[in-house]
């Protein structure tokens, strides 16, 4: 079974510049993450999906980030304008249901270096 | 608000010597907790979960892990270290009250043969 792909792997951009990172979660997941971890940290919640509907994006910063899963599978993280401050690793996970109910499989993440 | 401390930022134990990795929570309501694990270059992978019922729970690679209500803690625990254990370990929280998710920062295993 494939585990959660994330694309690119690494990217390196200059600051102002947008990027976007996309997620292909595990088949049948209908719930989908996007984290961000920064050196030395733990994960931080961005966005979370049920199907296509994001059900908490509280922490998400609105005025620069925005997130899309148009048909409930795969999933588009952008970034514009990316600040010097985003340089971190943004990870994508799904699982089935909900934190609670089990496990999330992360993929390997996105590494992103805003010059 | 909720929170989840991983006091040691590092853990070092020799191969065949029993392992602790120390996680504390703060919440409101019941807890479910959760360890994951994150070898280099690789996305993060659950190794067990405590929902509910028995304190002492067994996950993946032969790890455990004690819930501690009273003292707010679910350490991990294995009896005897693998060299491959050595890895990123993360605790994590999920508030059933709140619908909301918190890691802890990490704690660094390293197994010396």
């Known amino acids: 079974e494939a585990g959660v792909v994330q694309s690119p792997r690494y990217k390196i951009i200059e600051k102002k510049q947008p990027v976007a990172f996309w997620c292909n979660p595990i088949?049948?997941?209908?719930?989908l993450y996007w984290y961000l971890q920064n050196l030395g940290q733990g994960p931080e919640l961005l966005i979370r999906y049920e199907n296509e509907e994001a059900v908490d994006d509280s922490q998400l910063p609105k005025d620069r980030f925005s997130a899309e899963r148009l048909k409930g599978v795969d999933s588009t993280l952008k970034i514009q304008p990316a600040e010097l401050g985003d340089s971190a690793v943004y990870l994508c996970?799904?699982?089935?249901?909900?934190?609670?109910?089990?496990?999330?499989?992360f993929g390997e993440g996105s590494r992103l270096t805003v010059l | 608000a909720q929170s989840v401390a991983q006091p040691e930022d590092q853990v070092n134990v020799a191969e065949g010597n029993p392992l602790t990795v120390k996680c504390t929570y703060s919440v409101s309501g019941n807890p479910y907790l959760f360890w994951y694990v994150q070898y280099p270059n690789r996305g993060l992978q659950f190794l067990l979960k405590?929902?509910?019922?028995?304190?002492l729970v067994k996950g993946s690679y032969g790890f455990e892990a004690e819930f501690n209500k009273s003292q707010t803690s679910f350490h991990l625990k294995k009896p005897s270290a693998l060299v491959s254990d050595s890895a990123l370990y993360f605790c994590?929280?999920?508030?059933?009250?709140?619908?909301?998710?918190?890691f802890g920062d990490g704690t660094t295993l390293t197994v010396k043969p």
């Open positions: 088949s049948g997941h209908n719930t």
């Open positions: 996970a799904s699982s089935l249901g909900d934190f609670s109910t089990g496990e999330l499989f």
């Open positions: 994590a929280l999920f508030n059933t009250n709140a619908g909301k998710s918190t």
């Open positions: 405590y929902i509910t019922g028995d304190n």
